[in-house]
């Protein structure tokens, strides 16, 4: 059975970083694409960065210059800089493979100001 498990979410002061790793497990085979979705309370989850097997990366708007993806494997992590009160969310990793989507468990960011 794969599993998706997220780590390092947290309280962080404004300005702060964070880094979130993602982890797989139960396959030996690799995803498509890798990504960082988040979802903060009363909106809808939205991407914040992904990257692809081939190592293209793409990131939203509010996240650029200050979040950077990688990947080694079927491990994803998120490197978030310059922490902001509106990137307070739960945070799901997620990995595609052949058209199906694989979800963590979310892990809680909290920014304050």
């Known amino acids: 059975q794969v599993q998706l498990v997220e780590s390092g979410g947290g309280l962080v002061q404004a300005g702060g970083s964070l880094r979130l790793s993602c982890a797989v497990s139960?396959?030996?085979?690799?995803?498509?694409?890798m990504a960082w979705y988040r979802q903060a309370p009363g909106k809808q989850r939205e991407l914040v960065s992904e990257?692809?097997?081939?190592?293209s990366r793409n990131y939203a708007d509010s996240v650029k210059g200050r979040f950077t993806i990688s990947r080694a494997g079927n491990t994803v992590n998120l490197q978030m800089n310059s922490l902001k009160s509106e990137d307070t969310a739960v945070y799901y990793c997620?990995?595609?493979?052949?058209?199906?989507?694989?979800w963590g468990q979310g892990t809680q960011v909290t920014v304050s100001s």
């Open positions: 990257v692809t097997s081939g190592g």
């Open positions: 997620k990995a595609d493979r052949n058209g199906r989507n694989y």
């Open positions: 139960g396959t030996i085979f690799s995803f498509n694409a």
